[in-house]
């Protein structure tokens, strides 16, 4: 929900912030912007490895995205920080490797705003597989569940 003063933060994070996050983050900035809500829902993702920092997203990722006029030109991969746990209002993990990182990162006082992205989606799944190993079709299948869960994510915000 939109906190007190009416705005409120969302973080993606996956493992390396250049397939999974980034397209979260592209899409749900979408319908936030869709629905007129820019100004009161700051998104961002990063990741939970450093091993891409600083790098666009991944062009397929990019490439899907597009395609869906869901652009993620201009991101950056960056990595979890600490303050990021104070920082924001949500942060959601895009599988349970990430989800165990990331409470194994905070501390107690901030767990309770990590969860899982599908956690948000009428599907049965619980996890956005990684597609980075895998052809096209992946990023397609990501583009399926991130847009499902950010649908259900801006509703239960709004």
Do not use: W
């Not at 942060?91 to 899982?116: G, H, V």
């Amino acid at each position: 929900m939109l906190g007190n003063n009416g705005n409120v933060s969302v973080l993606f994070v996956c493992m390396g912030n250049i397939c999974r996050s980034p397209t979260a983050e592209g899409v749900f900035r979408y319908f936030v912007n869709e629905a007129g809500l820019g100004e009161k829902i700051t998104v961002d993702s990063a990741g939970t490895h450093a091993y891409h920092v600083g790098e666009p997203p991944d062009r397929r990722a990019m490439a899907a995205a597009e395609r869906r006029g869901m652009p993620l030109a201009g991101l950056k991969a960056r990595r979890v920080v600490d303050d990021d746990f104070e920082r924001f209002d949500y942060i959601i993990a895009m599988d349970e490797d990430n989800l165990m990182r990331l409470k194994e990162q905070s501390t107690d006082e901030y767990r309770d705003k990590i969860s899982l992205f599908l956690s948000f989606s009428v599907d049965a799944e619980t996890e956005v597989p990684d597609p980075y190993y895998g052809g096209s079709a992946g990023f397609e299948r990501v583009l399926d569940l991130v847009e499902k869960a950010s649908r259900g994510l801006l509703e239960t915000l709004s």
